[in-house]
C-alpha cells in the first residue's frame, strides 16, 4: 500500500505541472489577444487603409436628424418654389455674362434638388435604401452644386465690378454659342473633378456600414484627398476675401463721391445687389469651408466622432440653403 501511495505522488505532480503550464499558456494568449485589440488603429493612417479595414460608426442622434430633416425639406420647398418661378420670369439675354450665369444657377438647383428627397429619406428612416453607388452619386451632387454655384456666383460679382470700373451697364459674349461654350467647360471641369473623386475613389479602401451613408472619413486620410480638399477650401475663401475687399472698396468710393445723396445714386442700388451675392457666399458656404480644415485635420484621429460628422453635415447642409438666392434676388430687385 505504501509504494502504491508512493507511486501516486509523480502522477500528482505531474498532473500539477501540466496544469500550471496550460494555465500559463493561456493567460499568455489573452495577454497576446489583448496587446492585438490594443494594436487595432484608432487612427487612420494610408498604411493603415491598405488592410481594407472596416469602420462602422455609429450614425448621428436623432435631435441631430431632426435640424438636418428641417434644412433640408425648407430647401427643396424654397428652392424648388424659386427655381419656378425664376424660370417663369428670367429674361434671357443669349449674350449677357449675367443672365447666362443665373441661368447656369437655376440649372444647379434644379439637378441638386432632385437629389434632395433621398437624403431626407435617409435621415429620416436612420437608414440607406438605395445602394452604395447611388449614395456616391448623391453625396456628390451637394458638393458639385456648392462649387458651381460659387463659379457662377464669383462670374456675377467679377461681371458687375468690370462693369463698375469700366462704367459699362452689362458685359457680353461676342457671339451667343460663346456662352453655351463657357458653361459647358465650367459643368465639366466641375463634374470631372467631382464625380470621379466621389465614384471611383471614394469607399475602395475601407468597408463602411451599408445602411449608413455620406461617411468616407477613411478616404481623408489619403494625401491626394486631403491636397484636393484644401486646394479647394483655399481657393473659395481666397476668392470671397479678394472680392469682398474690392466690393468694399467700391461702395466706400461711390460714398465719398457721392456724399449726402448716396442711397440716392442708381450705381448703389447695383452694387448692393452685387454684395447680396458675396453675402450669400459668405452665409452659406464660408462656415462650411472654414469648418472643413477642422475637419480634415481631426478626422484622421477621431473617424468615428459624432461631434465632428454631425457639425460637418449641418454645415454641408447650410450650403444647400444657396438654393433661395434666386428668391432673394426676386426681392431685392423690388
Not at 489583448?34 to 469602420?55: D, G, K, Q, R, W
Not at 477621431?302 to 444657396?322: D, G, K, V
Amino acid at each position: 500500500m505504501a509504494n502504491n501511495k508512493d507511486d501516486g505522488h509523480p502522477h500528482q505532480w505531474l498532473t500539477f505541472i501540466l496544469a500550471s503550464q496550460v494555465e500559463e499558456f493561456g493567460e499568455k494568449m489573452n495577454r497576446s489577444a489583448n496587446n492585438n485589440i490594443a494594436s487595432l488603429p484608432e487612427t487612420f493612417t494610408s498604411s493603415n487603409l491598405n488592410s481594407n479595414v472596416s469602420l462602422l460608426c455609429n450614425p448621428p442622434g436623432a435631435i441631430p436628424n431632426a435640424a438636418i430633416i428641417a434644412m433640408y425639406t425648407i430647401v427643396l420647398m424654397g428652392g424648388t418654389a424659386g427655381a419656378a418661378i425664376m424660370t417663369w420670369k428670367i429674361k434671357t439675354d443669349r449674350k449677357s455674362v449675367t443672365s447666362t450665369a443665373v441661368t447656369n444657377l437655376i440649372s444647379a438647383h434644379i439637378f441638386f434638388l432632385l437629389t434632395v428627397p433621398f437624403r431626407i429619406s435617409y435621415y429620416a428612416l436612420g437608414e440607406w435604401k438605395f445602394g452604395e453607388i447611388f449614395c456616391k452619386l448623391v453625396s456628390a451632387m451637394i458638393h458639385a452644386h456648392m462649387y458651381l454655384c460659387s463659379i457662377f456666383y464669383v462670374a456675377i460679382v467679377i461681371t458687375r465690378m468690370i462693369s463698375f470700373f469700366r462704367e459699362k451697364k452689362t458685359m457680353q459674349f461676342y457671339q451667343p454659342w460663346h456662352a453655351s461654350a463657357a458653361s459647358l467647360v465650367i459643368w465639366a471641369l466641375v463634374l470631372l473633378a467631382v464625380l470621379p473623386l466621389f465614384l471611383g475613389f471614394y469607399g475602395t479602401s475601407t468597408k463602411y456600414n451599408q445602411k449608413q451613408c455620406f461617411q468616407f472619413q477613411a478616404e481623408l486620410t489619403k494625401r491626394f484627398v486631403k491636397l484636393v480638399n484644401y486646394l479647394a477650401v483655399t481657393v473659395v475663401l481666397m476668392t470671397i476675401c479678394v472680392l469682398l475687399a474690392v466690393q468694399i472698396y467700391i461702395i466706400m468710393r461711390l460714398a465719398n463721391k457721392h456724399a449726402g445723396t448716396f442711397r440716392k445714386q442708381q450705381q448703389f442700388g447695383a452694387q448692393t445687389k452685387t454684395l447680396l451675392f458675396l453675402l450669400i457666399m459668405i452665409m452659406c458656404f464660408l462656415p462650411y469651408f472654414g469648418f472643413r480644415l477642422i475637419y480634415i485635420h481631426q478626422i484622421v484621429a477621431h473617424p468615428c466622432s459624432l461631434t465632428l460628422h454631425t457639425i460637418n453635415e449641418i454645415f454641408l447642409a447650410l450650403t444647400a440653403m444657396s438654393c433661395f438666392d434666386v428668391l432673394t434676388f426676386l426681392v431685392a430687385a423690388h
